[in-house]
C-alpha cells in the first residue's frame, strides 16, 4: 500500500513538472512571437522614416514577414553588433520592399523593388552593419542614393 501511496505522489509529481515546463514554453514561444519593437525616427538623405527596430534573433528572423500594408514613410532597422554579408529573404512576406544597406551612417547600396514571391537571398553589396527595410518604390520615389548619409534622428 505504502508503494502505491509513493507511487501516485511521484507521478503527480511529474505531471506537474511537465505542466510547469509545458506553460514556461509557451510563455517563452508567445513572447518571441509577440515582442514589441522598439521604434525610432531615421534619416536617410532627406527623409525622415519612423522605424521599428529589430536587434534580436527573434525579430530578426520575423522581420516583416506577414505584415499586410506599410506606411509611406514606415520602415524595419535591422541592426547588428558586427559587419557582415548579411542575407536577407521574403519567407512569409505578403508585401514588397526595398532594401537599403549600410555600413557605419552611409549608404552603400540597395535592392529595389523585391516581389513577395521572389525566393532568392538578398545580400548587401559589401560588409554592412545595418539593414533597412522600406516599401517598395520609396528608394526611387524618395531620390535615395549611393552615399547618403544615414542618421538615427
Do not use: C
Not at 520575423?62 to 500594408?69: D, I, P, Q
Amino acid at each position: 500500500m505504502g508503494y502505491t501511496i509513493n507511487m501516485l505522489k511521484s507521478q503527480h509529481k511529474l505531471k506537474w513538472i511537465a505542466l510547469t515546463f509545458l506553460f514556461a514554453l509557451a510563455s517563452l514561444f508567445t513572447m518571441l512571437i509577440f515582442t514589441k519593437h522598439k521604434t525610432a525616427k531615421i534619416k536617410i538623405g532627406n527623409t525622415i522614416f519612423e522605424a521599428e527596430i529589430s536587434s534580436t534573433a527573434a525579430q530578426k528572423a520575423k522581420g516583416l514577414a506577414g505584415r499586410t500594408s506599410m506606411s509611406e514613410n514606415g520602415a524595419m532597422l535591422f541592426l547588428f553588433n558586427e559587419y557582415g554579408n548579411h542575407g536577407f529573404w521574403m519567407a512569409g512576406m505578403k508585401i514588397p520592399i526595398d532594401i537599403v544597406w549600410i555600413r557605419d551612417n552611409q549608404v552603400i547600396g540597395f535592392t529595389k523593388n523585391i516581389a513577395v514571391t521572389d525566393k532568392e537571398i538578398f545580400y548587401a553589396p559589401d560588409l554592412v552593419n545595418k539593414v533597412i527595410e522600406v516599401a517598395a518604390g520609396t528608394v526611387d520615389k524618395k531620390g535615395i542614393g549611393l552615399g547618403d548619409a544615414f542618421t538615427e534622428l
